[in-house]
């Protein structure tokens, strides 16, 4: 059985810094896209950040040249940092992995079980 685990999250003031992780473990064949959303209270959940297996990053606008996805495909993990926070970017943040188990199978949509970001003004 595949299982997400997440880490890194907390409270930060305004332009501050946080950096989260998120690790797959299981019977794994490969790991396609990795990524993050986040959901706010009475939002939506939303993507923030994209990254294919070949390392070829997507952000959304609000957070480009503040956050950086970076993934570790030899521990399955993906990261998260994120710079100059601002308080719109308080969320549940949760990583989501495209995995295959079976070589010859689909891949399928995993969820990490979300961390708290909190930024404050």
């Known amino acids: 059985q595949v299982q997400l685990v997440e880490s890194g999250g907390g409270l930060v003031q305004t332009g501050g810094s946080l950096r989260l992780s998120c690790a797959a473990s299981?019977?794994?064949?490969?790991?396609?896209?990795m990524g993050w959303y986040r959901q706010a209270p009475g939002k939506q959940r939303d993507v923030v950040a994209t990254?294919?297996?070949?390392?070829?990053?997507n952000y959304v606008d609000s957070v480009k040249g503040r956050f950086t996805i970076s993934r570790d495909n030899a521990k399955n993990t993906v990261y998260l940092q994120m710079n100059s926070l601002k308080p719109d970017d308080t969320a549940v943040y949760y990583c989501?992995?495209?995995?295959?188990?079976?070589?010859?199978?689909?891949?399928?949509?995993?969820w990490g079980q979300g961390t708290q970001v909190t930024v404050s003004s």
């Open positions: 989501n992995m495209k995995i295959v188990i079976i070589p010859w199978d689909f891949p399928r949509d995993y």
């Open positions: 299981g019977s794994i064949s490969r790991v396609n896209t």
């Open positions: 990254i294919l297996s070949g390392g070829s990053p």
